[in-house]
């Protein structure tokens, strides 16, 4: 009986660790796709402004002749050229960078640096330097604080990078006449920051992917600045890095995007 015993708890521990391998293939399996899909996105997307760079340097080089006399209209088609190789090779830095900070963020190797922040002096900084696209496309772009609100303890530069790509997100994406605003609050253990753009609406369907890799809303650019589908991506990791959440809600011809962090993070809190 002992015999029969020990045979059945060996098969049945035979029995647990192939069920374990298996999951284990599975998982290795979804993530062995999951690398492909993302290979073949990110190889679209970077061979996308190449093309437009090849065939604007082919007009380019058509434009002088062998003696290096300017044998097309100077005043515009060649500056237009010009235009799309340098907006087009901006287009690539920045899906580059952006890519580069998603995978240095999945790996976690990125350091938090510290710092006591005053929001008061430091939103209206960040605003600052879009102030003056917002009054070119005629769009209304305010901050309303409130009287009072603690010092931050977070990392400067990623916070910073937050609150900027959401801006330039909602300078993107509001329409002309429209308005902006950058709101914060807080209580005794949360910090919120809010950026509200009105003139433009996001379906349920659409703000589950949002915050998804190279995902795109079609037809939603009013000022056709074109983008790379990888800000918020990018934002929402930049976030969970300083132990906080981002939502985003739309209604009534209105997107919010909103930064829940903690006053002072948990790895500050923690004692030794
Ligand atoms: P990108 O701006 O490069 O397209 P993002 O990841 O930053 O990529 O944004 C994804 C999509 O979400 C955008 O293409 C746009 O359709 C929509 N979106 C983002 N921010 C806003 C906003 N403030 N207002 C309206 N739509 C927005």
Not at 43 to 59: C, G, V, Y
Not at 110 to 121: G, K, R, Y
Not at 224 to 248: D, M, N
Not at 251 to 265: D, K, R
Request: charge should be negative.
């Amino acid at each position: 009986v002992q015999q029969v015993a020990n045979q059945c708890a060996i098969a049945i521990r035979q029995a647990r660790l192939y069920q374990a391998a298996q999951a284990q293939v599975a998982e290795l399996e979804k993530l062995n796709r999951l690398k492909d899909d993302f290979l073949s996105t990110v190889s679209h997307e970077l061979r996308t402004p190449m093309s437009s760079i090849k065939m604007a340097t082919q007009m380019l080089e058509m434009s002088w002749d062998k003696a290096g006399k300017l044998v097309s209209d100077p005043s515009d088609r060649t500056s237009r050229y010009f235009q799309v190789l340098n907006d087009e090779c901006d287009r690539e830095i920045k899906l580059i960078n952006d890519l580069l900070d998603l995978t240095r963020l999945d790996a976690e190797t990125e350091p938090l640096l510290f710092t006591a922040i005053n929001p008061h002096c430091w939103i209206p900084s960040v605003v600052e330097p879009f102030l003056e696209q917002a009054r070119q496309q005629e769009q209304q772009l305010q901050v309303q604080l409130p009287a009072e609100l603690p010092t931050l303890h977070t990392d400067l530069d990623i916070l910073e990078r937050i609150l900027t790509e959401l801006l330039s997100n909602a300078c993107k994406y509001t329409p002309r006449q429209a308005a902006i605003a950058v709101t914060a609050q807080a209580n005794s253990e949360f910090f919120w920051l809010s950026v509200q753009n009105s003139g433009v609406e996001i379906a349920v369907v659409e703000l589950e992917h949002v915050f998804d890799k190279f995902y795109r809303i079609p037809n939603h650019d009013p000022w056709k600045h074109g983008g790379t589908g990888l800000g918020l991506a990018l934002v929402k990791k930049l976030v969970e890095h300083l132990s906080g959440t981002i939502q985003a809600t739309s209604q009534a011809n209105q997107v919010s995007f909103t930064v829940q962090l903690p006053i002072v993070p948990p790895v500050l809190t923690e004692g030794p």
